[in-house]
């Protein structure tokens, strides 16, 4: 080893998100000696439990190593572009959140504020119906992203069955040298700098490391002990429960349905249903029935949750990642997706034998600004959604975070949508959410005019006819995995 060289890491805990940092520690810095200490999954680690995700797990399989043949087929994962959204917007129809663009770039301005000026004389479909990969969901059809056709730019998540994610994700981390340990924590013991020294377990052994990663859920084993800062988001996100059944093996939607309920929202993802709420508004037994009535399963124990996020994740040598680091409602798939950033955003920023204040400072900055427009994300589906129940109307009348406030200023008046650094989701997705539930701009920019409105209704309706056009030629969900598997195993 370099002398003043990082050399030891501990990653501490037993589930998807403790795996996948120990593994990327290991596989992108292979001259760390990585150990995973294996602790108890905890109940309330959303980040390790929830099945839909969002495209940036491809990226980080792609930065492992990891072919789609491990990372989709052979864990039985089915492929996701985007989120239908149900009764967010009493009276409106429902809407398609796609992960990919909506429409295609001509003149000054972005595409939604062409289909906002047509929509104001009726010369526009549905907005999503602009969205290559919104349409491509909803007809139930799946291909990768394919050149020279509408199809050419989407991206796409995952919906994954977790027990055998996990079970791939630490055959992967041991095949490339993580060592791992079983134990259970009994005690944090931290130096006179603030420093983890070491975790005793409850057998009795001591271990050590220079660098620590807490990805032991919510309860933070190794980060709570250095403080408990953290920065409370329940009045924007207001569900602070979640319901988790699973029922028998079923094919996932290609278009994850999410429906409102007047105390939260659900969702089914094929094998898996569950359902977010506010526990002042709907007790725990209720909102068990209202699980079980529309799946027909019966939940597992509530899943709690304190939304919110640690305004400095990394602390001395300790670096919490994923719920150890934000809680939140699983709206729009974000645990884990932070959680791999976080991993992403450690391994560039690997500090040496000491870790120093200007390397946590750079990771925790960057850390909350990403956490903070998440939330803001979230929070714009809550504050514009068009709902009478009591807790919608509550949260819609909170003030929002200053951020969202300037992000939802500059939408009503202009139909603008301004730029963030560590922003998780594209202007597009943002139009997409805005323009489905109704929230639709009182002006429009000017630049809007460089292009006459009849030369952008012409494109608007060759773009969708080129979409009907290609879609029937294109395969099943079904059939797309049935012809991935087939080449898998030839």
Do not use: K
């Amino acid at each position: 080893m370099r002398t003043g060289a990082l050399g030891t890491v501990l990653v501490a805990g037993g589930g998807i998100t403790a795996w996948c940092a120990a593994a990327a520690l290991r596989r992108r810095a292979p001259f760390l000696d990585v150990t995973l200490l294996a602790t108890p999954v905890s109940p309330d680690a959303l980040a390790d439990r929830i099945a839909c995700t969002l495209p940036s797990l491809l990226g980080f399989h792609g930065d492992l190593g990891i072919g789609e043949g491990d990372g989709i087929a052979r864990t039985g994962a089915g492929y996701r572009l985007g989120t239908r959204f149900s009764g967010w917007a009493e009276g409106l129809a429902d809407y398609a959140h796609a992960y990919g663009r909506y429409g295609r770039p001509f003149g000054p301005t972005s595409f939604h504020l062409h289909w906002l000026r047509a929509a104001r004389t009726g010369a526009a479909g549905p907005f999503d119906g602009y969205s290559p990969a919104a349409a491509l969901a909803r007809a139930d059809r799946f291909v990768p992203a394919t050149p020279d056709t509408p199809f050419a730019d989407h991206e796409y998540g995952l919906t994954l069955d977790p027990p055998r994610y996990h079970a791939m994700m630490r055959a992967f981390a041991l095949h490339v040298g993580v060592r791992e340990i079983a134990g259970e924590i009994a005690d944090v013991r931290v130096d006179a700098r603030g420093f983890v020294a070491a975790v005793t377990l409850a057998d009795g052994r001591a271990v050590g490391a220079q660098l620590f990663v807490d990805a032991t859920g919510p309860e933070a084993r190794l980060r709570g002990a250095l403080d408990a800062a953290r920065d409370d988001w329940s009045r924007w996100l207001p569900c602070d429960r979640v319901l988790l059944a699973d029922g028998p093996a079923a094919a996932p939607p290609v278009l994850t349905p999410v429906m409102a309920h007047p105390a939260g929202w659900r969702w089914t993802s094929g094998q898996q249903s569950g359902f977010g709420y506010a526990s002042g508004h709907l007790g725990d037994a209720a909102a068990a029935r209202v699980l079980r009535n529309a799946c027909g399963q019966a939940p597992d124990a509530p899943i709690r949750i304190r939304p919110g996020t640690r305004p400095e994740p990394w602390r001395g040598n300790v670096v919490a990642i994923g719920d150890a680091a934000t809680e939140m409602e699983p709206l729009e798939w974000c645990n884990l997706h932070l959680a791999l950033s976080a991993i992403d955003r450690l391994v560039t920023m690997l500090p040496g034998a000491v870790p120093t204040p200007v390397e946590a400072a750079d990771f925790n900055r960057q850390s909350l600004a990403e956490a903070n427009r998440v939330r803001d994300f979230l929070a714009m589906h809550w504050r514009t959604a068009q709902r009478r129940d009591p807790l919608w109307r509550a949260v819609a009348a909170a003030e929002p975070p200053a951020s969202l406030a300037h992000t939802l200023a500059q939408w009503t008046e202009r139909g603008r949508l301004p730029f963030h650094e560590e922003e998780t989701f594209a202007r597009d997705a943002w139009a997409a959410v805005l323009i489905g539930q109704g929230c639709l701009p009182r002006r429009l920019d000017p630049l809007i005019d460089a292009v006459p409105a009849a030369s952008a209704d012409a494109a608007m309706a060759a773009l969708a006819a080129d979409i009907a056009a290609a879609l029937p030629h294109l395969p099943t969900h079904a059939a797309f995995r049935a012809a991935q598997a087939r080449y898998l195993t030839r």
